[in-house]
């Protein structure tokens, strides 16, 4: 039996944010677990030292939704598990949240097994939702295996036919089969007839370039979905999670729920946040096609005051790494396929426009990007906390370098950023993953295959 690592490390000197606050400490790591937190901390001749002066110390980064290695069974990234998980680790990530897909004919456990064959590469830890697509009735049994399997929660969706789309009465059905488990469903929110037949009168209209697609999904489609689901949910006496919010009032309506007693939660995204449906009208809008697409102006300044008032609990990537050519091979929003890579990028550009901006707290920041997933997911405090017998996942952030963002020096495949040129304040300095440097000074240290999986429990008292 392999014995655990005795290894120590000390992360000195840096200010250690939470979501509680901030604190000037140092960080004994002995193994892969924080050992001590304080001053003054014990070290041997072999301990690994870490300068964290001027820089702050965080936990490290959860990406709740990402979709490395992605097979829709009509696109395929170009990336593997090795390379999406790199470049999360680069970025300060050091775990995400993926999906095992549920193809035609397969059972549950079938597909969880394929995903984590794939996922074997990975250099970070990693979760899975799993989106179940092939579950007719009489078979809701089968996600008792999901617990088993500690893939605890669920992805369902409203819009994507005939692939991922589910009806009204199969989401309600699936919905209370979940909340007798206590699975976590979470929900892509688009109206897909509206989507539809949006999309088929711009096809007639001729209207299919790239400069066209925030327009085949309007704002309604979401709107109208999450109202709708929020409602199945609370019928079903299910805990639910809105997916990836580009408007300020899906999130109004997820607050609204969960106010009135209802287990909602919810997500939104950098490319929400940072970009708007101007660029469609720009050069390169082949950049920005991606479900749901970008919005107004007005939408994007709304839903940062939604961000600031703490009414969404998280902010995800949705990370696609398509390639450049593979989003240049046909000037029809129909035909390209929709996502953008962001896995590197999240945290600088969340600490750049949201706490060095002074939209948010830096303690906010780590609710957002660490804390409040790992309580979502079932990963606290194993995962999000700087705690004494938590895992060392940690992340050092020297908020004094100046740059701009480059495709050139990130580390997925895609070839561009739809961030091209935004000036970023800080860098990640180190990237700690259960122990041990992964990132530092801007050299990747990992190794392929030292990712593990990470099972969850249900949720107790969901509902």
Not at 185 to 192: A, I, K, R, S, T
Not at 249 to 266: H, I, K, N, P
Not at 331 to 342: A, E, K, S, V
Not at 378 to 406: F, M, Q
Request: proline content about 6%.
């Amino acid at each position: 039996m392999k014995q655990p690592s005795t290894a120590t490390l000390l992360i000195r000197d840096g200010a250690l944010v939470t979501a509680h606050g901030l604190l000037d400490a140092d960080i004994l790591v002995q193994g892969e677990h924080i050992k001590a937190i304080g001053h003054q901390l014990p070290e041997s001749h072999d301990t690994q030292i870490v300068d964290a002066a001027g820089c702050f110390v965080l936990p490290g980064v959860i990406d709740g939704h990402t979709h490395i290695q992605l097979d829709t069974g009509v696109y395929s990234t170009r990336d593997d598990w090795f390379v999406g998980t790199r470049a999360a680790a680069c970025g300060g990530v050091t775990s995400v949240i993926d999906f095992a897909t549920q193809y035609a004919g397969q059972t549950l456990r079938e597909a969880i097994a394929a995903r984590l064959k794939e996922m074997e590469q990975a250099t970070i830890d990693y979760a899975l939702h799993v989106m179940v697509t092939d579950l007719p009735p009489g078979r809701e049994d089968e996600l008792a295996d999901l617990v088993d399997l500690g893939a605890t929660s669920v992805k369902l969706y409203t819009t994507y036919r005939p692939t991922y789309y589910a009806d009204d009465a199969t989401i309600l059905r699936l919905l209370k089969a979940c909340a007798s488990l206590g699975l976590l469903p979470l929900v892509h929110c688009e109206n897909d007839d509206l989507v539809t037949a949006r999309t088929e009168a711009l096809v007639r209209e001729g209207k299919t370039g790239w400069r066209y697609h925030g327009c085949s999904r309007p704002v309604l489609a979401e709107q109208e979905a999450v109202q709708r689901m929020l409602f199945l949910a609370e019928a079903a006496e299910s805990p639910i999670h809105i997916c990836h919010c580009s408007s300020p009032g899906s999130v109004v309506l997820v607050a609204e729920a969960r106010d009135s007693g209802q287990f909602a939660t919810c997500e939104t995204c950098p490319q929400y946040l940072l970009l708007d449906n101007g660029v469609y009208e720009g050069p390169g809008p082949w950049r920005y096609v991606l479900q749901p697409p970008l919005r107004d102006p007005e939408e994007t300044d709304w839903l940062w005051a939604m961000v600031e008032g703490g009414m969404v609990d998280s902010i995800v990537t949705d990370h696609c790494d398509y390639t450049q050519a593979q989003k240049l091979a046909r000037d029809d929003f129909t035909q390209t396929p929709g996502g953008l890579p962001g896995l590197e990028t999240l945290l600088p550009l969340m600490y750049t426009f949201g706490a060095a901006s002074g939209r948010v707290t830096l303690p906010d920041l780590v609710g957002l990007l660490s804390t409040t997933p790992a309580r979502v997911w079932g990963l606290w405090p194993r995962k999000g906390a700087l705690h004494p017998g938590s895992d060392a996942d940690i992340v050092v952030y020297d908020p004094a370098p100046e740059g701009v963002i480059s495709a050139e020096a990130l580390h997925h495949v895609a070839g561009y950023t739809p961030y091209e040129g935004m000036p970023v304040q800080g860098r990640v300095k180190a990237t700690v993953s259960r122990g041990q440097i992964i990132y530092l000074e801007g050299r990747f240290m990992g190794r392929e295959g030292r990712g593990r999986y990470l099972a969850r429990d249900p949720l107790v008292g969901a509902t």
